[in-house]
């Protein structure tokens, strides 16, 4: 592994951390924490407003459904039910350690992100099985960040390249990428989401 090899963290990080976000609810008082649920919501709105945006020529969601209170609530539940499915994935897949992007299983994780593009596609007739998958890859995608010390060395900046192109180089099991911080406070400031 030569000197430009990034380096992915083990668990040395926090061991309160090492299953990454809290799913539904902040138990650790610091309110700049986020749950999957915050993070699926914002994003797959960021995501709409996107589309919309550039499909659809109008200005936001709201100017997009207009009138159409009806319309704009089904999408409102199928977002909801998209958060409910990545929050759920961390209970239900409990014990299949690269859905949550453990450390030794980077490579399954991202392998596990790639194949969900296909995945998705074949099961675009059957809405609820669509929405339980893709929340499934979502989670997997959530977990890179709060599993790995990616944004301990990036900050902000999304890894474009996970689950996508090739996976950068990771650190050996036995190397240490960080050092240990007892302090959990701390560690919270710098993983929170921006
Ligand atoms: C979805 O349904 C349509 C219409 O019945 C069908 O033509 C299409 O092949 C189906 N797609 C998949 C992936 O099952």
């Not at 924490?33 to 936001?60: F, M, P, W």
């Amino acid at each position: 592994m030569n000197s430009f090899s990034i380096l992915i963290l083990t668990f040395s990080i926090c061991f309160e951390l090492s299953y990454g976000f809290f799913a539904r609810t902040i138990r650790d008082g610091n309110g700049m924490t986020k749950t999957h649920l915050d993070i699926t919501a914002a994003g797959t709105l960021r995501a709409i407003d996107k589309y919309i945006k550039s499909n659809k020529g109008s200005g936001s969601i709201d100017d997009f459904f207009g009138e159409d209170t009806n319309g704009k609530d089904t999408m409102m539940k199928k977002v909801f039910a998209l958060r409910k499915a990545v929050a759920d994935t961390q209970e239900n897949r409990k014990n299949t350690a690269y859905i949550h992007c453990h450390a030794d299983q980077i490579d399954l994780a991202h392998n596990f992100v790639k194949s969900c593009k296909k995945k998705l596609s074949s099961r675009i007739n059957d809405t609820n099985e669509f929405i339980t998958q893709l929340g499934e890859c979502l989670y997997t995608i959530q977990s890179f960040y709060s599993n790995t010390n990616w944004v301990e060395m990036y900050g902000g900046k999304v890894y474009e390249n996970f689950g996508i192109n090739t996976l950068m180089d990771v650190a050996a099991l036995e190397e240490d990428t960080c050092l240990d911080n007892a302090d959990y406070k701390y560690v919270q400031s710098l993983f929170r989401v921006r």
